[in-house]
């Protein structure tokens, strides 16, 4: 029956479960990312900024897959920038640990807001993309990141295959 939900229809579920996951995950992550930045003072590198644009893309293009329904298209495609901020996380947490050397300089958080600009460039804490400021049980804030938006994509994208084409 077209339009009709049955006892046991597991499509719609899935489908919407991937929605919420392809929304969450990088909510949580970047929402993360900024109290660490933000509350604890845990500055991010040039890679850490990396990871960080392509789930704010994920929480964007997730709202079209509410808007869009049943299209599974904004769904995959959200799914898809939060494997990529995982695969940048991977690889830097790889840097972080020495596994390999990055592809890029250290950055700073200058401020300018006042002053010489000279002086705060030249006083500006430098932070290293080949230096973990934090981690828990040996695992860096990027090793997470690729933890979780691997977890997150993939989970995804298996639900939308569970939940078939629509209708």
């Not at 002053?115 to 400021?133: K, Q, T």
């Amino acid at each position: 029956m077209r339009g009709r939900k049955t006892i046991g229809d597991t499509t719609g579920t899935a489908r919407r479960t991937a929605r919420w996951i392809a929304l969450g995950v990088p909510s949580f992550l970047l929402g993360g990312a900024l109290i660490s930045q933000y509350v604890f003072g845990l500055f991010p590198c040039e890679m850490c900024w990396w990871q960080r644009y392509p789930h704010i893309a994920a929480i964007a293009i997730s709202f079209f897959g509410f808007a869009l329904r049943p299209a599974r298209w904004p769904v995959a495609l959200a799914a898809f920038a939060v494997l990529v901020s995982g695969l940048i996380g991977g690889f830097h947490a790889g840097v972080e640990y020495g596994w390999w050397d990055g592809i890029t300089g250290c950055s700073s958080a200058v401020d300018l807001s006042g002053g010489d600009p000279l002086a705060a460039i030249m006083n500006a804490d430098l932070v290293r993309c080949d230096v973990a400021p934090w981690s828990l049980f040996g695992i860096s804030l990027a090793g997470w990141n690729f933890l979780f938006s691997i977890a997150g994509a993939l989970t995804v994208f298996a639900l939308l295959a569970k939940s078939g084409r629509p209708r």
